[in-house]
């Protein structure tokens, strides 16, 4: 699984790249669906192409479960949005502490275990997964926040 999600990453890094072979440009995140083995796993992806540090959700891109519905997952035959049913941690209003800082052209890529999360339904599935990519430029305003597209993943599930 390790080299499926190498192949995929890599793959959607150098898609990040302009045409030409130029220099990435901005912040990029991206998003990788494995369904196998009875889990579903997310990789996410952030490179930093801009000229300074930016910064992004620790829940999202450093911890291995979720503590909050992080994604949109529907089921593409229905149409139906899936239940989000594993925990849910109160929290304040966001603090520098729940942000990582990604360094000026540095990736980061986290897995993230999302089976007993949401609401599977049993037999075999297909779903789309959406995420609402966004990251700060500036700890010291925390309320200003910068928007990134991340293509919504399809992917099959058997449960």
Do not use: W
């Not at 996410?44 to 801009?50: I, P, W």
């Not at 519905?69 to 229905?78: C, K, Q, Y």
């Amino acid at each position: 699984m390790k080299k499926l999600f190498g192949a995929l990453g890599m793959a959607a890094i150098a898609a990040c790249a302009t045409a030409g072979g130029g220099k990435m440009m901005g912040v990029q995140q991206q998003m990788q669906v494995e369904a196998s083995n009875g889990k579903v796993m997310v990789r996410m992806s952030v490179t930093n192409g801009t000229g300074a540090p930016v910064y992004v959700a620790k829940a999202v891109f450093d911890d291995d479960q979720l503590f909050g519905r992080a994604f949109d997952i529907t089921h593409l035959d229905s149409g139906a949005p899936l239940a989000y049913i594993g925990p849910m941690v109160k929290r304040g209003p966001p603090t520098a502490a729940d942000f990582m800082a990604i360094k000026s052209g540095a990736t980061h890529s986290n897995v993230i275990d999302i089976t007993r999360s949401y609401d599977f339904k049993p037999g075999t599935h297909r779903y789309q997964l959406t995420f609402a990519g966004n990251y700060l430029g500036n700890l010291a305003r925390l309320d200003t926040t910068s928007q990134t597209t991340v293509a919504p993943v399809k992917f099959t599930f058997a449960k």
